[in-house]
């Protein structure tokens, strides 16, 4: 017998079911049915039969599929950078504790060393040289340990905001010829040449005078360390034409690529974090000196190139251009990095 069937598509409303049969199969709201019309022709006579089914239309299915594949691919993706920063945060944690580990415990172990040595000078009487001696390295190792302290505690001041400078104008030359002096001995120690060329009208800045030193001797310092035997520091200010104040330090040292640049602006960074390194350091000379120049509203630019050297500088507005405190006190937020 032949069939055939007929199709009418059209929104047809919910029939509501039994109460019953809507628990176990919702109603479909504003679906588009396809009504299938099924007849056959039964001795003259036609019978028919109805169907109706929910359809979506070709777009509906495509924008479904894609944003399921969206969402998977920002679940993946995220999922990924997760685990890169995972990893990067393990490595810098495990370098830290290295490096820490070794910061502390070898000044520690020298003050025990030589202060156990000094003890028993009843049972083996010591020289006067040589308690002027080991008094000396014991003091050496202390406050090497001391500045190994106050950098994480400056660090972690920084990053909760609650870092107080104490504002004032400022004679930058005289900072700046006072941290030249202060290095001149680690320079000379490590057969380097150390010079220095500053404006004679450099203008007055506005700030904390403690915290400008540490600023310039923790990047002096970072030079000294990693300029091998025969090269060169030095140390500019000039009055720049933007009308701030520009203070570079350059060396001819080991130089950075621009990862090492990153690494070494992240606080406990160690752009050699090798037990193998041939300087030491916790890793925070750059940070606390780039935080420091933020909380004075100032900034720091790094220039540099493996094998040939290092060029800091550091801009700082003059007094002129900062408006005056009402407080001599403020507590500055740090800046966003």
């Not at 007929?6 to 039994?18: G, L, V």
């Amino acid at each position: 017998m032949p069939q055939w069937a007929t199709y009418d598509k059209r929104p047809r409303p919910a029939k509501a079911p039994h109460a019953f049969e809507a628990m176990l199969n919702p109603p479909l709201r504003n679906k588009t049915y396809l009504s299938v019309t099924f007849q056959r022709e039964t001795g003259g006579m036609l019978s028919r039969r109805d169907k109706r089914e929910p359809t979506r239309s070709l777009m509906g299915e495509y924008a479904a599929l894609v944003g399921d594949a969206v969402l998977r691919q920002r679940a993946r993706s995220a999922e990924r950078d997760a685990k890169i920063q995972a990893e990067l945060v393990n490595k810098i944690r495990s370098e830290f504790l290295s490096n820490m580990s070794h910061e502390l415990r070898t000044p520690l172990n020298t003050v025990m060393g030589f202060s156990k040595m000094m003890a028993s000078h009843a049972a083996r009487p010591l020289k006067d040289h040589e308690i002027v001696e080991y008094s000396g390295i014991i003091h050496e190792a202390a406050s090497h340990l001391l500045a190994v302290i106050n950098d994480i505690l400056d660090i972690s001041k920084i990053q909760a905001g609650r870092f107080v400078l104490e504002q004032r104008d400022v004679e930058l030359d005289e900072i700046l010829r006072t941290c030249m002096l202060t290095m001149s001995p680690l320079a000379a120690q490590a057969g380097l040449t150390l010079t220095d060329d500053i404006a004679p009208d450099l203008r007055p800045t506005r700030g904390d005078p403690a915290k400008l030193s540490q600023i310039f001797s923790n990047i002096l310092s970072n030079a000294v360390k990693f300029t091998q035997h025969g090269g060169v520091v030095r140390l500019a200010a000039i009055n720049h034409p933007s009308g701030r104040l520009a203070i570079t330090i350059s060396d001819t040292g080991i130089g950075m690529n621009t990862d090492d640049i990153d690494v070494a602006m992240t606080p406990f960074g160690q752009v050699d974090g090798s037990r193998t390194r041939w300087r030491e350091g916790t890793g925070l000379g750059l940070p606390i000196a780039h935080s420091l120049t933020q909380l004075h509203e100032g900034e720091i630019t790094i220039r540099s190139t493996p094998g040939q050297g290092t060029e800091v500088t550091v801009f700082l507005p003059a007094s002129d251009r900062i408006p005056i405190a009402e407080n001599s006190d403020a507590v500055f937020a740090q800046s966003s990095m």
